[in-house]
């Protein structure tokens, strides 16, 4: 069965600092990685997405994540935050033997403080 | 291009009543997908269409949940009767396939209160 966990509920960094989002996964086989954002009152969006191809990932805003088979890891960074990447976080794990069910972490909610 | 359509946007029912939400997918996107969102967790599976089959309903409450996909497009998601516990927000998404690495677009949910 495949699971997701991430480790901080919240994290608050000030404007300018780095960002780490950390995420680990349980999975059987090879999966899929995504990191979704939500917004206060909009949609979740897709930042990036890991499947099989390079371990670092990019994605929008200035956001990456490195793929850690050994470690079971898709943490999320950003060298330098925005007042605007405040949101919440999700971490997502798809399985091909889960019939492609996207399994959704509890969330993070990044605080960017001024 | 447009994207997921949900309505309404925000329902107040009272417990044991009925509730019925609406979704429009992406033109062209044959998975479909209910999640239910509780305050303060993450999205959770609710049912997955693809076309206008269900590949996955494990988690829907049948006894008063259902949902339907007629002709393969849009989507109905029904509570009846409603319990406290199902205040959330509903989310419907959809993807262009059925694969791992197939991006889903979510709509803006429907935030249900039941008092």
């Known amino acids: 069965a495949q699971s997701v966990t991430q480790l901080d509920s919240h994290v608050s960094v000030s404007e300018g600092t780095p960002v780490l989002l950390r995420c680990n996964y349980s999975?059987?086989?090879?999966?899929?990685l995504f990191w979704y954002v939500q917004h206060p009152n909009k949609g979740l969006q897709l930042l990036l997405k890991?499947?099989?191809?390079?371990?670092l990932v990019k994605g929008i805003n200035g956001f990456e994540a490195e793929f850690k088979k050994s470690e079971t890891s898709f943490h999320l960074t950003k060298p330098s935050a925005h007042m605007s990447d405040a949101a919440e976080y999700f971490c997502?794990?798809?399985?091909?033997?889960?019939?492609?069910?996207?399994?959704f972490g509890g969330g993070t909610r990044l605080m960017v403080k001024p | 291009e447009a994207g997921v359509a949900q309505s309404p946007r925000y329902k107040i029912i009272e417990k044991r009543q009925s509730v019925a939400f609406w979704c429009n997918p992406i033109?062209?996107?044959?998975?479909l997908y209910w999640y239910q969102q509780i305050l303060g967790q993450g999205p959770k599976l609710l049912i997955q269409?693809?076309?206008?089959?269900?590949?996955?309903d494990s988690q829907l409450p049948k006894d008063r949940f259902s949902a339907e996909r007629l002709k393969g497009v849009d989507s109905t998601l029904k509570i009846q009767p409603a319990k406290l516990e199902d205040s959330a927000v509903y989310l419907c998404?959809?993807?262009?396939?059925?694969?791992?690495?197939?991006?889903?677009?979510f709509g803006q949910g429907t935030r249900l209160t039941v008092v």
């Open positions: 998404a959809s993807s262009l396939g059925w694969g791992g690495n197939t991006e889903a677009f």
């Open positions: 999975s059987s086989y090879s999966p899929s």
């Open positions: 890991y499947t099989s191809a390079a371990t």
């Open positions: 997502v794990v798809s399985e091909r033997n889960a019939g492609n069910m996207l399994t």
């Open positions: 033109s062209g996107h044959a998975t």
């Open positions: 269409f693809q076309n206008n089959g269900v590949v996955d």
